[in-house]
């Protein structure tokens, strides 16, 4: 068992904690955070749905190199080590350190822009076109740092995040097992 998600997470937890990140996981915001979460976690879930009957995206997913514990990265890599670690990175560290010193607008595009950035490395690796995932991953930070303060709880952001991770592996998952 691989202990980079955990040591991930932790780092992220430590992170919001140090920049003393209003993380919304107590009533009433986390009841917030859950309704525009699952609202928004819907809409992505049937996006991704919709997407997959469109034969590019199956070929693509299909070319997709999968883990060997499926399991194990819908059930703790991909919620621990990438949602949790980003939302209280980004959404959470990032964007109250940012807000403070360029307001709210300003923090929520420093954060969607490093988010961007963030996932350069990943296109690399999967071959991916790098300005159209920076742009992509950098609209996506916008909406999930939107989410957050709206909802007051960076629960929203994670149901979201996790909601676009989770799909897009199933999907891919039952492509490849198709």
């Known amino acids: 068992m691989t202990w980079r998600p955990v040591l991930r997470a932790a780092a992220g937890t430590a992170l919001a904690a140090a920049a003393r990140v209003p ?3 107590r009533p009433p915001q986390l009841w917030s955070g859950l309704r525009y979460g699952v609202t928004a976690a819907g ?5 991704v749905a919709a997407t997959t009957a469109v034969p590019r995206v199956r070929t ?4 997709r190199d ?3 514990r499926p399991s194990r990265w819908l059930g ?12 209280s990175l980004f959404r959470g560290a990032l964007h109250t350190v940012a807000a403070g010193a360029f307001g709210p607008t300003g923090g929520r595009l420093a ?3 490093a988010f961007g ?21 950098g609209l996506a930070g916008w ?16 149901l979201a995040h996790l909601a676009i991770n989770e799909a897009g592996a199933v999907a891919a998952l039952a492509v490849q097992r198709s």
């Open 23 to 25: 993380v919304g996981l």
């Open 43 to 47: 809409a992505v879930a049937a996006g």
């Open 66 to 68: 999968l883990p060997e």
């Open 143 to 158: 909406v999930f740092g939107w989410l957050a303060e709206r909802s007051g709880s960076l629960l929203a952001p994670m």
């Open 76 to 87: 703790f890599e991909i919620p621990l080590g990438t949602v949790w670690f980003e939302e």
């Open 117 to 137: 950035l963030w996932h350069i490395p990943d296109a690399r690796k999967a071959g991916e076109p790098i300005v159209g995932t920076v742009l992509v991953t």
């Open 60 to 63: 693509a997913m299909g070319e």
């Open 111 to 113: 954060q969607a822009v």
